[in-house]
C-alpha cells in the first residue's frame, strides 16, 4: 500500500489510455489512483449486494469469499487482490476501446450561482457492463467507484449488458432532435442533483470516440445510429461443445 498526501492508496494502474488526448487511444498515457476508502465502497455498496451480477464477473466462489471477510482488510487477501486486478483488466479494457464519457462538473451554491468547472469525471463503460467513474483534478485522476446500473443488473445475456448501458448514458447525456439522439456541442450541458449532494451541471460533454459510441460523424448534432460495433472483450467465454449424447442399442420389439 502506498499514500499520496493523507490518503491511503491501494494501487498506481500505470499506462493507461488517456482519454484526453485527442489521439486517443494512441497518443499519452495517464495513470489512476485508487485510494482504498474507493476499493471499500465498492465492495460494501455494490459487489456485495445481491442485486448486481457480480457473482458472474468474478466467480461464485470469490464472491462468495469477499462477503465474509473484514472490509478493512479485504484488500490484502487473495480474493481481493484478484479482485482489484480484475477491476483494473476492465478499465484499461474501455479505456483502450475507448468506450469512454467526460464531462466536467459545475456546482450549483445555495444562491443558485453556477460555479465554474471544479474537476472533471471519466465516465468508462466496462465490457462486463458495469460503469466505472475517475475524478481527474489538474494530473491527479482517482477512482471513485465502479457499479452495475439497473439496465445491465436485469439484462440476464452478459454479452448485451454493456450495450443497454451504452443506451443509459446516451439518453442521459445527448440532446434530441427530431426524436433521434445527437452528439451533444460543446455548450450542451445536463443540470442533475445527486442524492445527498447540492445540484450540478455537468458541461463539455465528450464521447470517447465518436464512432465507439456509434454515432454517424464527429459534428455536433451527428445522429445516433442506434447501435454500437462489436466489443470481443464484452463476450463471454464461449461454453465448451456439449458432449454428445450416447444412443441406446436398438432392440427390437415383438410384434
Known sequence: MTSRGQKSV??????????TDPAAPEGQKSWMAVPLSTWQHILEKHIRREKE??????????WT?????????SHETPEGQATLAMLESQVR?????????????RPVDARQQVKKIRYWVWGMVLPSGATAYAHQSSSQVELKTCYFPKPANVKQDRG??????????????????EGRLQLPAAEHQVLVRPAGERPQYRSRIRFVTWR???????????????RVDR??????????????RRLRPW???SE
Open 93 to 105: 479494457q474501455s479505456l483502450e476501446r475507448p468506450l469512454v464519457l467526460i464531462y466536467g462538473v
Open 53 to 62: 451480477p457480480w457473482k458472474e464477473v468474478l466467480s461464485r466462489p470469490v
Open 212 to 226: 465507439t459510441w456509434g454515432f454517424l460523424s464527429e459534428e455536433p448534432g451527428s445522429p445516433w445510429r442506434g
Open 231 to 244: 466489443w470481443p472483450a464484452a463476450e463471454p467465454p464461449d461454453k465448451p461443445p456439449r458432449k454428445p
Open 10 to 19: 491501494l494501487a498506481i494502474w500505470e499506462e493507461l489510455p488517456d482519454p
Open 160 to 177: 448485451q449488458r454493456w450495450k443497454h448501458t451504452v443506451k443509459q448514458l446516451l439518453w442521459r447525456y445527448c440532446p434530441r432532435g
Open 251 to 253: 432392440k427390437k420389439t
Open 65 to 73: 469469499a469477499l462477503q465474509n471477510q473484514p472490509v478493512e482488510s
